[in-house]
């Protein structure tokens, strides 16, 4: 039975029907299918995975070997921020997605236009019954300075198929340029033309191809197909490529809403929509379980006037896209931030968020959308489930903490509000409120355009540029820069086997003030490379033996070796080198160490760990991992289990140097490093397999013990490791051997009771700061009762001062509002002290503020008295202050 056939009977398909048909088609048309790339892409370039091919660029460069010849899939993409922001239009319309799956189909060398081609119609018009007279493609035709010639091929090709299902080919067949029409992944490589499918969504279908390319809503691109034939050199020329590959692209979201919106092509009364189909219907729902409020579909005309109705579809549609692409990107291990991706999809949540409130989402709830799509999606994207915990757990942690910032935020920025001038909000307030409250500027930015308010975007722009050049000042290293006086052609390295007695020649001499730095022809030396620190040792030259205390690399692949500053060496003289061989095993100790911890974190955590970066010293290992909360004590007890286990095995450690194109696939390549065109492969056992060209140990016995001595947080998704084998482990264990033993000595107690002990001391301190604590509320209102009963009145406003004893500022925070709230207190100065210091709170009602109380500028006068420091808005501020105070320190502070 066809294809076309066996279909005939399917009507309206669901998504889920409608992605199993595709991947179906091109399986039954020989291809492989295979699964989606993670959206953390591999090239470092890319924010996200942001279309199908970004898994198959190495094939195309030619950089790995090819598995297969034909391939299709279900790709996972997001594209917001950087070249493709889609963020500001989500929601506004109907068709715009942060977060899309990319049904895509690929030849890598084997069939080329015409299979393509009649592989898509087929599909289209055989399998789904898209109306055939609703359908018109556009190919390649160059304009002036465009590359190529008219891509005669396809459109031949075309014709054909129109034209014996009797359609016009002239009116169906399309000519654009290089804009619309030829596709380059850069400025030079694999390139060519495309021919895109769309279709006519016109009530009447009469538009006769007039709408393709006119961003109509009316007439939609569905499919394109790119034929990569040639190769963009430097020099601004097109070579045709020896293979020929095929790469095509479908956004499912728009098919699927395209097929539910028309009722399977049978009604094009209705503008399209890709929200109508239940890839988002389904979270409608949990939305409107949530929140009360239904979905009808409105599309608002203009942002300045939209109807109650269409500002809630609106944010209807930016919660669904913008969950959609929070789970699947958390899933995938990116985690929400302040840099790059990470602050890319911190602002997808909070922009999620703030349109969850307007349609009053009870606080705490947003992460439950997550479980929605999980149920809907896991069994495509079965990580989805592995990881749901992570999901549910980042997106309720960040909630919580946007919470936070939205309350400290609002009330500094009404006040900034209030003194905008000539309706243009500062720069410098904005990112006052970013850089030092967390304030996001994209939210500033909406709640000043609903005020019909302006911002200095520019003046904030360069505050923030400011602040970035300030942190890379701050970051400068003292390490020696000499790229732009070092020799071409890099250092012959032997240290891998050889460490002592090694002949070499100077070559090139480059003294600085406070050491001089060497580079040989060859070197036992290993340059500090990869995370791994250079390596010490010695020189012997004229019978002196002269200290290296450091080795570095440069970029050109020259060893440096450092050494004292006015030791006469000559170019071209010969010295005899010899690594210290001692620290130098201390150092393949820790790399070793640093690959095994890496394979018990993925075996641990899961395969979706990534290093992010790393130390290897001969004192001990830090190792940076993507991982989004801090370790339990059985997880990090696991690690060491794990890596102490094969260090038991003492497995052996293997290198192999080999062709990048042929690494096994289950080899770990760290694609932020470039790799040349052979590359070292580090196996141990079958527990680790990674590109390395570090130094290492020649089995896991020479590990001796592993210790984890810290785990911490670096960053928003970011974990690091700390730990120590070898010499620098026995000595950790003889330590706290040593420490334990001490405290048994002081709680008179055997080594197995400390614990018990400490517990029953932690009890009794806590039983004696909750009397304390209470002791101190009841002195602190009897104390409030009393200032409150003193209170002036003066203008018409009731103000009050007063002194407390506290334990923190929330404390003293909290009775100034007590005194606004419940004693309707107009102005509030309280000072409270501290063990060290003192703190003033200054609170004013909105009553307050109308008669000029003004909370920030009596701060600021507080601080210039107290020499403090502070700050505030018109309703609160806050000042810190180095001495305890007394009543009359009070009495001279004016409101």
């Not at 939209?306 to 209807?316: G, V």
């Not at 004192?619 to 094969?646: I, K, M, T």
Request: hydrophobic share 40%; with cysteine.
């Amino acid at each position: 039975m066809r294809w076309g056939e066996k279909m005939e009977c399917e009507n309206n398909m669901n998504s889920t029907e409608l992605r199993q048909s595709f991947l179906d088609f091109f399986r039954e048309k020989g291809h492989k299918i295979v699964p989606s790339a993670s959206l953390l892409p591999e090239s470092p370039n890319l924010l996200f995975t942001n279309a199908g091919m970004n898994q198959f660029v190495p094939i195309l460069l030619g950089e790995r070997a090819i598995q297969f010849s034909r391939a299709a899939d279900t790709q996972k993409c997001i594209r917001a921020g950087g070249k493709h922001n889609d963020l500001e239009d989500v929601g506004f319309d109907t068709y715009h997605h942060t977060f899309f799956e990319m049904l895509g189909n690929w030849s890598f060398g084997d069939y080329f236009k015409g299979e393509a081609i009649a592989f898509a119609w087929e599909l289209l018009a055989k399998v789904w019954h898209f109306p055939k007279e609703r359908l018109y493609v556009t190919v390649y035709s160059p304009n002036g300075g465009d590359p190529a010639e008219f891509d005669r091929e396809a459109y031949d090709y075309w014709e054909r198929i129109f034209k014996e299902e009797g359609l016009d080919a002239a009116e169906h067949i399309l000519k654009f340029g290089k804009k619309e029409n030829f596709w380059m992944m850069g400025d030079t490589g694999p390139c060519g033309p495309c021919s895109e499918i769309h279709i006519d969504l016109t009530e009447k279908g009469d538009s006769r191809g007039r709408l393709v390319n006119r961003d109509s809503p009316l007439c939609m691109e569905i499919w394109n197909l790119v034929f990569m034939q040639f190769n963009a050199q430097a020099d601004g020329t097109f070579a045709p490529l020896r293979n020929k590959h095929v790469d095509t692209g479908m956004g499912l979201e728009r098919v699927a809403g395209i097929i539910e919106t028309t009722d399977n092509f049978s009604n094009f009364s209705q503008l399209p929509s890709n929200y109508e189909s239940d890839l988002f219907t389904h979270i409608f729902n949990k939305i409107t379980a949530l929140c009360g409020k239904i979905y009808r579909g409105t599309v608002a005309a203009t942002r300045e006037s939209m109807s109650d109705q269409e500002k809630i579809d609106f944010a209807f549609r930016v919660i669904a896209d913008h969950i959609r692409a929070l789970t699947f990107a958390i899933g995938d291990g990116i985690l929400p931030g302040n840099e790059g991706r990470h602050y890319v999809l911190r602002r997808i949540l909070r922009r999620a968020i703030i349109f969850a409130k307007r349609l009053q989402f009870p606080a705490g709830h947003f992460a439950t959308l997550a479980e929605t799509i999980m149920g809907q999606m896991a069994a495509t994207f079965p990580e989805l489930q592995l990881n749901a915990r992570i999901v549910l757990e980042t997106i309720a942690a960040e909630e919580a903490m946007f919470e936070k910032t939205l309350e400290r935020g609002i009330l500094l920025l009404e006040d900034i509000f209030f003194q905008a001038q000539n309706g243009e909000v500062s720069g410098r307030d904005a990112f006052t409120l970013y850089d030092t409250y967390g304030f996001p500027f994209d939210l500033t930015q909406l709640m000043a355009k609903e005020r019909k308010l302006k911002i200095d975007e520019k003046a904030f722009q360069d505050e923030l540029e400011m602040q970035r050049e300030r942190a890379r000042n701050a970051q400068k290293k003292s390490r020696i820069t000499v790229a732009d006086e070092i020799l071409d052609g890099a250092t012959q390295f032997v240290g891998y086997e050889q460490l002592g007695g090694i002949e070499a020649k100077v070559l090139q001499i480059i003294p600085r003030e406070d050491a001089t730095f060497i580079a040989f022809d060859r070197t036992p030396f290993y340059g500090e490379m990869g995370g791994e620190v250079g390596d010490s040792g010695t020189l012997f030259h004229r019978g002196q033996v002269i200290p290296i205390g450091d080795t570095l690399r440069s970029a050109q692949g020259i060893f440096l070796h450092k050494i004292p500053p006015n030791v006469e060496l000559i170019p071209g003289e010969k010295v005899v080198l010899t690594v210290d061989i001692l620290r130098r095993k201390e150092i393949q100790r820790h790399h070793t160490a640093t690959h095994l911890m890496h394979g018990a974190l993925r075996k641990i955590l899961g395969d979706r760990v990534r290093q992010c970066g790393s130390y290897v010293g001969d004192r001990g290992l830090r190792f940076d991992f993507n991982h989004f909360a801090p370790l339990a004590a059985d997880e990090l007890f696991a690690v060491e289990d794990f890596v102490n286990a094969a260090i038991m095995e003492n497995l052996p450690v293997r290198a192999q140097e080999m062709p990048f194109k042929a690494i096994p696939t289950a080899c770990i390549a760290h694609f932020n490093e470039k790799y040349g065109e052979v590359v070292r492969v580090l196996s141990i056992g079958e527990i680790s397999m990674e590109l390395c060209g570090g130094c290492h140990a020649s089995s896991t016995g020479e590990l001796g013990i592993f210790k984890i001595v810290k785990e911490s947080a670096i960053a928003a998704g970011v974990r690091r490791m700390e730990a120590v084998v070898g010499h620098g482990a026995r000595d950790y264990v003889d330590r706290h051997v040593t420490i334990v033993n001490e405290l048994a000595q002081q709680f008179s107690a055997k080594n197995d009771e400390i614990l018990i002990k400490v517990q029953r001391l932690q009890r009794a301190k806590n039983m004696t700061e909750r009397r304390l604590r209470a002791i101190l509320e009841k002195n602190n209102r009897k104390t409030f009762d009393e200032v409150c009963r003193r209170a002036t009145h003066e203008n018409g406003l009731k103000k009050v001062r007063g002194i407390f004893e506290i334990e923190n500022p929330n404390d003293l925070r909290s009775l100034g509002t007590l005194a606004l709230q419940k004693e309707s207190c107009d102005a509030v100065i309280f000072a409270g002290n501290l063990m060290e210091g003192a703190v003033i709170v200054v609170s004013c009602s909105p009553r307050g503020m109308e008669k000029n109380c003004d909370a920030a500028h009596m701060a600021q006068q507080i601080a210039e008295k107290f020499s403090g420091k502070g700050g505030g808005s018109s309703a609160f501020g806050m000042v810190n202050v180095a001495k305890k105070l007394e009543e009359k320190d009070l009495e001279n502070l004016k409101f």
